[in-house]
């Protein structure tokens, strides 16, 4: 031991996978330690003798580290400072780095002394299912008190509260043979699968390939067990179809099939760093595509449920000998081991060999193996054999054990640290992720894999073969046949030598004995009382004690302590484990960032920004843009000295009504449909009739859902007689695409009609106002006629004009004389500019969507507020539309009884009563002196706009009878925006009520 | 999950929208009980826990309805082909009366 290192006093002099010359500084609450490369932070604290490391989330009892791997339940820290700070992270895959800062959680004011550690003297009432009963009563406490107040007292770390400054990304990889787990049987699988020229990805969660070769003295050919696996990596390396990935976890698997599987995979790109480095993400979140994965996960070593159990210095033994053998740290001065296997003692003889004192080898069995006791005696180990130690004592960290022998006779022994093997569990977690149940095994005392996803083979440890050269023979067999099955037959499964100590283990679960609270899931701070409880209280099924006592449910998900929980209900109740179950472990097998799923989609790459090929033209007129699903569109564009948006929007409307106006129409959604049955295949879609359309006209049209209910409305023009061309709203194009699709090849797959989206091919522009024809004679030339005779309103054409195939529609929605021009979307810049230049000596103005919505509430059109997915044609004034000839799409339906309803709300136009009142959309409609009740709801406002031209707001919106209650006052009530004003129910047509304007 | 498309290949989920049941026959508008024939059809979907057919539409591909038979405990795909062709069809789809 090192006597001469005073800032890592627990540091071995030499030994361990550690790179000594590089010292790494690093903080743990404001305090700085050292450490080595190669370290974790966990092996660095323990190292420089910290043992206390956080607080546990019920009680906020003191804890220390417990694993030495991803299963770690206690030592959670908040990694890194600033917005890069990240809660619940584990010390014991936390790479330390140069600078590296973290802090311990859940302590006020400090880890030393914790305020809230008096829960742990209240813990009678914490008990399990506190929660539901402490707080039934009354509900309204929940969210003034009680949650507050749990919620600081059990919160786990801190969130940065600021953005994440890191990128992530996703990556795609195909391969022959996943090989998931890179210790020894995952190393022989990739090898055996890799030699034959099969493509192959091989993870592991660890930085260093080996697994608990790292961490035990093994020798494999005559090697070291590290060595061999630093052999194998090399010759890995060499063979150009295998890909090592280091630190990724695969954790999960998402489907089960004869060809390939697909499973998810974190790849911590950057995590063991301070900043990622250029262009490099944080994470990478992998979906692997395998034809066949050998699942080499290995095995958790559990704890054992006696009192104290807890105590920072208690660990599991395989992790005492990776701390010792991997990282050269010892946990203690005066160690005892209190093992229920064979296993259980390398720890002992491993710290003897390190020069550590071993007080003790406790085994609750009363027959050990004759090899162990002769080694014990070697090294003058004292054995209690039969023994159980029932208490772990002390303050701030373990100061003695109290053992309790066959016989009752009770020792204390003084000790700082306690090493605890109760047995392995297979990780099986990727064998259920599809269905699969854990089975469970005499042999392994364990569950192990039970029925496995197909194409999926298990190997060493994760399969409850826990001896080395079992784990190899295993995992050459497992890889070369993998290889096999994918066509790559190469040569034998390569043969190594090494040991094949069996695990012996006789499972003792918790210590019967023990009075002092003893922990179950330590992460959620369930003891053996609170199973107990469940037990007593009835909730006996596995799901019902995991729900009740929340068992296996923190981050850690109890892989260290579901096994335990669940046997110690089958013997309170007097069951056999087997018969109790486990519960059923989903993905993520560890936790994974919200950040690595979203990978890049963020912000602005969340979804694709669509510019219309008029954006450019926008932009130089200073539009303020809308985004329009992925369009963004033109939304007004202020002029020089106007103040409020609705100064501008004003300006433009009236530009609009009083000569002429032009607003890019492009994002809406473009159809066109052909095919000898093509009216015929409108007529089925639309509720009203299109076989009937004139070639060279245009119609209204609007489309039901099956159920009944409206789903989008627009324009069709019939360009031929089998030839249409179908217009749909912005948001709705792609939906609408699909719905016509589904019609055409699911339903009515026997019409012949085709159908492609045009939508981006055409850049068409309204031209609006009592000046659009002249503007049009101006811009068309002898292209096109355009006087009233040969183009009438709902007229359209298809022709030549300057050389370009251009359409024109005589279609309007502001109500005003009014076209829309379609060229090819190449020309949509020039065609903007040559409107503009058409127009100049009429005002021409440009405007957006907000002077286009105005026109429309003006005019009394529907737009998205009205077609909600809730409204039915007869909702929205259009009932009469519906062909009585003919059966369309949502026809049945529709006559429900609920939607034909006469109390319906029904489209009516609003107006304030005091001229000078503002409206809000979504205010519902109340009778004048009706209290504001659900009750008393007769329907809402959907739509408001101040009309320019009458000078006031008006309103749409659906009013119970609507239809009949022209000229009546009620009120519109709008508590989220504070307005309560009465209204006067009118027309939905506000403005030149009887067309002339359209027509003219 | 990978989705076998007759015109694409097998290609991944996220090319695909998923809309439900494939047994979705629609009714005969005209049919005495055509009211509560839709409602069944609309509505009344079985959600089996097993092998299930399934529409699924290529949405970023080639726009094909799919017939997908999926196993919806393992997600499996057990097979794919195109609805126009293999799909269930309606029997007899509404004409214009008098059109």
Redesign the interface.
């Known amino acids: 031991m090192s006597k001469n290192n005073p800032a890592a006093p627990y540091r071995l002099p030499t030994g361990g996978l550690v790179d000594r010359s590089q010292v790494l500084s690093f903080l743990f609450d404001g305090r700085r330690y050292t450490g080595f490369g190669g370290d974790t932070l966990a092996s660095a604290l323990l190292g420089a003798g910290v043992k206390l490391v956080g607080r546990s989330f019920k009680y906020h009892r003191r804890r220390g580290v417990l694993t030495a791997g991803s299963e770690e339940p206690n030592a959670l820290v908040e990694l890194r400072s600033g917005a890069r700070r990240e809660a619940n992270t584990r010390a014991t895959v936390a790479e330390l780095y140069e600078g590296l800062e973290a802090c311990s959680q859940n302590r006020w004011p400090s880890l030393a002394f914790d305020v809230a550690a008096i829960n742990s003297l209240l813990s009678p009432i914490f008990v399990a299912g506190f929660y539901y009963k402490t707080f039934m009563w009354p509900a309204a406490l929940w969210e003034k008190l009680y949650e507050p107040v749990i919620r600081r007292a059990a919160g786990l770390g801190r969130a940065s509260q600021q953005a994440d400054p890191d990128t992530y990304e996703k990556a795609?990889a195909f391969c022959d043979v996943l090989v998931i787990g890179a210790g020894p049987a995952g190393l022989a699988a990739a090898l055996a699968a890799g030699r034959s020229g099969a493509r192959v990805v091989l993870c592991d969660e660890d930085f260093l390939l080996g697994g608990r070769l790292n961490a035990d003295r093994h020798e494999i050919d005559g090697s070291s067990g590290g060595d061999w696996a630093r052999q194998i990596e090399a010759e890995l390396r060499s063979l150009p179809e295998v890909r090592i990935l280091l630190r990724t976890t695969v954790f999960g698997a998402?489907?089960?099939?004869?060809?390939?599987r697909?499973f998810g995979a974190l790849e911590r790109v950057s995590d063991h760093l301070a900043v990622p480095p250029a262009h490099q993400p944080r994470q990478r979140l992998w979906?692997l595509?395998a034809t066949r994965t050998v699942l080499a996960a290995g095995a958790i070593e559990r704890p054992i449920v006696f009192g104290g159990n807890d105590r920072p210095g208690v660990m599991m033994a395989s992790a005492v000998r990776t701390y010792v053998n991997r990282f050269g740290v010892v946990p203690g001065r005066r160690v005892a081991v209190f093992s229920a296997s064979d296993d259980g003692w390398k720890t002992a003889f491993d710290l003897i060999d390190a020069g550590v004192a071993v007080e003790a080898i406790v085994d609750p069995r009363a027959v050990i193996a004759p090899v162990l006791l002769d080694q014990a005696k070697r090294v003058q180990a004292r054995v209690y054999s039969g023994a159980q130690v029932v208490d772990a004592r002390g303050g701030r960290g373990l100061e003695r054990i109290v053992v309790r022998q066959p016989d009752g006779r009770v020792t204390k022994l003084s000790v700082d640290a306690l090493a605890v093997s109760g047995g392995w569990n297979p990780s099986v977690a990727l064998t259920t992720h599809?269905?699969g149940r854990a089975r469970w095994s005499d042999d392994a005392c364990a569950f192990v894999p039970g029925e496995l996803?197909?194409g999926m083979s298990v190997a060493g440890a994760a399969g409850g073969s826990f001896g080395l050269a079992s784990a190899l023979r295993e995992g050459a067999a497992a890889g070369a046949a993998a290889a096999a099955a994918t066509g790559f037959t190469g040569a034998a499964p390569p043969v190594w030598r090494a040991d094949d100590e069996a695990l012996g283990v006789t499972p003792l679960w918790y210590v019967a004995e023990s009075t002092a609270k003893a922990f179950v899931d330590f992460q959620h701070d369930v003891t053996r009382e609170d199973v107990a409880l469940a037990a007593r209280e009835g909730y006996r099924s596995v799901e019902l004690l995991k729900r009740y006592t929340t068992l296996g449910m923190a981050t850690d998900q109890g892989k260290t302590s579901n096994l335990n929980g669940h046997a110690i209900m089958a013997a309170l109740t007097e069951r056999a484990i087997p018969d109790v179950g486990t519960t059923t472990s989903r993905p993520p097998y560890t936790p994974v960032a919200i950040g690595a799923f979203a990978g890049s989609h963020r912000g602005k790459h969340f979804k694709p920004t669509r510019f219309t090929s008029g954006h450019v033209f926008a932009q130089e007129r200073g539009a303020t843009f809308v985004e329009a699903g992925q369009w963004l569109r033109a939304q007004w564009f202020a002029a020089p000295g106007e103040t409020h948006w609705r100064e501008t929007v004003t300006r433009e409307v009236k530009a609009v009504r009083s000569s002429v106006g032009v607003c890019d129409v492009s994002s809406l959604g473009k159809i066109d449909i052909q095919g000898l049955d093509a009216g015929?295949f409108l007529?089925?879609v639309y509720i009203n009739?299109f076989?009937?359309l004139p070639i060279s006209k245009v119609r209204y049209g609007l489309m039901l859902r099956?159920?009944g209910l409206v789903m989008d409305d627009g324009t069709t023009a019939r360009l031929g007689t089998h030839h249409y061309l179908m217009s749909t709203t912005t948001a709705n194009a792609?939906k609408v695409?699909?719905h016509l699709?589904?019609a055409?090849?699911?339903?009515?797959?026997?019409?012949d009609v085709q159908m492609v989206s045009v939508t981006e091919h055409w850049a068409q522009y309204a031209i609006a106002g009592p000046n659009s024809r002249r503007l049009l004679e101006r811009l068309l030339g002898d292209a096109l006629e355009v006087s009233n005779d040969a183009f009438p309103y709902l007229a359209c054409a298809e022709f030549g004009w300057r050389g370009v195939t251009a359409r024109l529609f005589r279609i309007s929605f502001s109500g005003e004389m009014a076209y829309e021009l379609a060229v090819p979307a190449r020309f949509g810049d020039a065609v903007i500019r040559a409107i503009m230049t058409a127009g100049e000596e009429f005002g021409v103005v440009p405007y957006g969507t907000e002077a286009l919505g105005v026109m429309r509430i003006e005019k009394g059109h529907i737009a998205g507020n009205e077609l909600s997915g809730t409204t039915t044609a007869e909702d929205l004034g259009l009932g009469r539309m519906m062909s009585k000839?003919?059966?369309?799409i949502g026809?049945?339906?529709s006559?429900?009884p609920g939607l034909t309803d006469a109390n319906r709300p029904v489209l009516v136009g609003v107006k304030a009563v005091d001229k000078a009142a503002q409206l809000y959309a979504g205010a519902h409609f109340l009778a004048l002196n009706a209290a504001a009740t659900l009750e008393n709801d007769e329907g809402y406002i959907t739509s408001v706009a101040f009309s320019p031209m009458l000078g006031h707001w008006i309103g749409l919106g659906l009013l119970q009878r609507g239809p009949q209650r022209m000229g009546e006052r009620i009120r519109a009530h709008s508590p989220l925006r504070g307005g309560d004003t009465e209204v006067e129910v009118v027309s939905p047509l506000f403005f030149d009520s009887e067309g002339t304007r359209l027509h003219g | 999950?990978?989705i076998h498309c007759p015109f694409c290949g097998?290609r991944?989920l996220i090319e695909f929208?998923y809309?439900g049941d494939a047994n979705?026959k629609?009714?005969d508008?005209?049919a005495a009980d055509?009211?509560a024939r839709?409602?069944d059809e609309?509505?009344l979907r079985d959600n089996p826990a097993g092998p299930h057919a399934e529409?699924w539409?290529h949405?970023s591909g080639c726009?094909?309805?799919l017939r997908v038979r999926r196993?919806t405990?393992?997600?499996?795909?057990?097979g794919g082909e195109?609805?126009?062709?293999g799909?269930?069809?309606?029997t007899g789809?509404?004409?214009?009366?008098?059109?």
């Open positions: 795609h998402y489907d089960d099939g004869p060809g390939a697909t979906k595509i599809v269905g996803p197909r015929e007529n089925r009739l076989s009937t099956e159920d792609a695409m699909q699709e589904h055409r090849q699911v339903l009515w797959p026997e019409l000839r003919k059966d369309f026809r049945v339906l006559a429900r | 999950m990978r097998e991944d929208s809309l979705f629609r009714p508008a005209s055509a009211p839709f409602f609309v509505y529409l539409y949405a726009r094909s309805w196993n405990r393992t997600h499996e795909i057990l195109l609805a126009k062709t799909g269930p069809t309606a789809g509404p004409t214009v009366a008098g059109a």
